[in-house]
C-alpha cells in the first residue's frame, strides 16, 4: 500500500467531488422515476421513462467515454504541465462532443417513433405513447448535456473540480422542484405528466451548461483558456485523440449500445419486467457511482506518473487503487443486499406485488455480482485507461459483450423461456469473470503506454 499522503489527498480530492456529481445525477434520474410512478398510469408511465433512458443512456455513456477518451491524454500532458497542448485538446474533445450531440438530436426529431420502437414492442401502445410524449423534449437536454460533460470531464483531469459541487446541488434542487410542479401542476402550473419530467430536465441541463461555461473560461485560472480557443484545431493532436482517445469513447459507445440492446430485449417482455429493470438499474448505479468516481481520480493520478515516466510510481499506485477498488466493492454490495426492499418502496412498487417481488429479486443478483463489477470496471476505466491501455479495455469489452452477453440474454428470454429474474443474470453475466482478466493484466507491465508527443506545442 502506498504511505504518500499527497498520493491519498489527490485522488480523493478528485473522486469525492465526482462522487457527488453522480450521486446528485442519479437523485435526479430517481426523482423523475419516483415521481412519474406517482401517476394514475404508474407501471406504464415508469416503464416508458425508463425505456427512453436507456436511450438516453446510450448517449450520455458515449458522450462520457470520449470525454474519458481525452483523460488519456491531458492527464499524462498534465503531468509534463504541458498547458499549451491540454488548451489544443480541449478544443478537439468539445468538437467531437457537439457533432456526436446534433446527430443525436437529428434522429430523435425525424424518426422518434422508429428510434423508441428499439427499446418497446409496438403492441405496448399505452408505453409508446408516453415514451414519445417524453422523448420529444428529453432529447433537446442532449446538447447541453454534451457541453457540460466534455468542460467539466476535462477540467477534472487537470484536478479542477470546485465546480461540480455548485452544479451539481443547483440541477437537483431544481430538476426536483420543477417535477413536483410540473408533473402534477403544482404552484399555478398545468399538469403535464411524463412531458412535464422532461421540460423539467431540459430546464436544469441549460442552466448547468450555463454555470459551467462561466466558470470554466471566466472563473477557475489552473488553465488559462477561452471560448476563442475552441476555434482552433491541432491536427496532431486530433490524430492522437482518434488513436488513443477516440477508441475510449467508441468502448463506451458500443458497451451502452450492448445496454441498449439488453433494454430492447426486456422491452419484449412487458411492462412489470421494465418497470422492474428499471428500479434494478437504478440500484446498480448508487452501488458503483463511488468506484467509478474513484476511477476517475485513479486515471489522473495514473496517467501523470506515466506521462512524466515514473513507472515505478504508476506501479505502486495501481497495486494500491485495486484493494481500494475491491474493499469498496465489498462495502457496496452488501448495502445494495440490505437496501434492496427499502429502495424498491421509494417507486410505490409495492402497490404492485409482481414489480416489487421481481424487483428486489433482481436486485439481490446484482448484489452478488457487484464485487466483481466495482474491481474490474474501475481498474479499466481508472489504471488502465490512465496508463493509455484503452485499446485493451475495448477489445475485452466488445469480446464479452458481443460474445458472451448479448447472445447468452437472447437465448434465456427467447429460446429457453427461463424465469425473468435468470434473463436478468444473464444481462450481467460477464461481470462474474471480467475481474479475473483485469486483475491478470494489471500483474504485468504490458498495461504501461505513454502516448504524450515530445517538444513545443505551438
Avoid at 401517476?39 to 425508463?50: D, E, F, K, R, T
Avoid at 457533432?99 to 426529431?109: D, E, G, M, W
Wanted: charged fraction near 15%.
Amino acid at each position: 500500500m502506498i504511505r504518500d499522503r499527497e498520493f491519498y489527498k489527490t485522488i480523493l480530492r478528485i473522486s469525492l467531488p465526482a462522487a457527488f456529481q453522480s450521486l446528485v445525477s442519479f437523485l435526479v434520474v430517481v426523482a423523475d422515476d419516483v415521481m412519474v410512478s406517482k401517476l394514475p398510469n404508474a407501471v406504464a408511465a415508469q416503464a416508458a421513462v425508463s425505456q427512453v433512458n436507456s436511450i438516453t443512456a446510450f448517449y450520455t455513456a458515449t458522450l462520457t467515454g470520449l470525454v474519458s477518451g481525452s483523460s488519456v491524454l491531458i492527464a499524462q500532458y498534465w503531468g509534463k504541465k504541458d498547458m499549451a497542448r491540454i488548451r489544443r485538446i480541449f478544443s478537439v474533445v468539445l468538437w467531437f462532443c457537439a457533432l456526436v450531440s446534433l446527430l443525436f438530436v437529428a434522429l430523435a426529431r425525424l424518426l422518434p417513433e422508429q428510434v423508441i420502437h428499439l427499446v418497446i414492442d409496438a403492441q405496448e401502445t399505452d408505453v409508446v405513447a408516453l415514451a414519445l410524449e417524453y422523448f420529444s423534449v428529453a432529447c433537446w437536454t442532449y446538447i447541453p448535456f454534451a457541453v457540460t460533460t466534455s468542460l467539466v470531464g476535462m477540467l477534472r483531469s487537470i484536478e479542477v473540480v470546485r465546480i461540480t459541487l455548485a452544479t451539481t446541488v443547483t440541477t437537483l434542487l431544481l430538476n426536483v422542484s420543477l417535477n413536483y410542479a410540473l408533473i402534477f401542476g403544482h404552484f399555478g402550473f398545468p399538469a403535464m405528466g411524463v412531458r412535464g419530467a422532461a421540460v423539467a430536465t431540459l430546464v436544469a441541463r441549460l442552466v448547468e451548461v450555463a454555470m459551467v461555461w462561466v466558470y470554466t473560461f471566466y472563473v477557475q485560472k489552473k488553465l488559462a483558456i477561452r471560448p476563442r480557443d475552441l476555434l482552433r484545431f491541432d491536427g496532431a493532436l486530433g490524430r492522437d485523440y482518434a488513436r488513443y482517445g477516440l477508441p475510449v469513447g467508441l468502448t463506451d459507445m458500443q458497451w451502452s449500445l450492448i445496454g441498449m440492446l439488453k433494454a430492447a430485449i426486456i422491452g419484449q417482455m412487458g411492462a412489470v419486467f421494465m418497470a422492474a429493470n428499471s428500479i434494478a438499474n437504478n440500484m446498480a448505479t448508487l452501488g458503483t457511482l463511488f468506484t467509478s468516481a474513484l476511477a476517475g481520480g485513479a486515471c489522473v493520478v495514473v496517467g501523470k506518473a506515466v506521462g512524466r515516466g515514473d513507472y515505478d510510481t504508476a506501479r505502486a499506485y495501481s497495486k494500491t487503487i485495486q484493494i481500494m477498488f475491491f474493499l469498496i466493492g465489498l462495502v457496496m454490495a452488501l448495502l445494495v443486499f440490505l437496501l434492496r426492499a427499502p429502495f424498491t418502496r421509494l417507486y410505490g412498487s409495492s402497490a404492485d406485488p409482481e414489480v416489487f417481488q421481481l424487483s428486489t429479486t433482481m436486485i439481490a443478483i446484482l448484489a452478488v455480482t457487484l464485487v466483481g463489477t466495482c474491481y474490474h470496471a474501475s481498474c479499466f476505466v481508472g489504471i488502465n485507461r490512465g496508463a493509455g491501455d484503452s485499446r485493451f479495455v475495448a477489445m475485452v469489452d466488445m469480446i464479452c459483450g458481443w460474445l458472451v452477453v448479448l447472445p447468452a440474454t437472447l437465448l434465456a428470454a427467447f429460446v429457453f423461456r427461463w424465469p425473468l429474474p435468470v434473463v436478468f443474470l444473464c444481462t450481467r453475466i460477464d461481470q462474474c469473470f471480467k475481474w479475473i482478466i483485469a486483475l491478470v493484466r494489471l500483474r504485468g507491465d504490458k498495461w504501461i503506454r505513454n502516448v504524450t508527443r515530445e517538444g513545443d506545442a505551438a
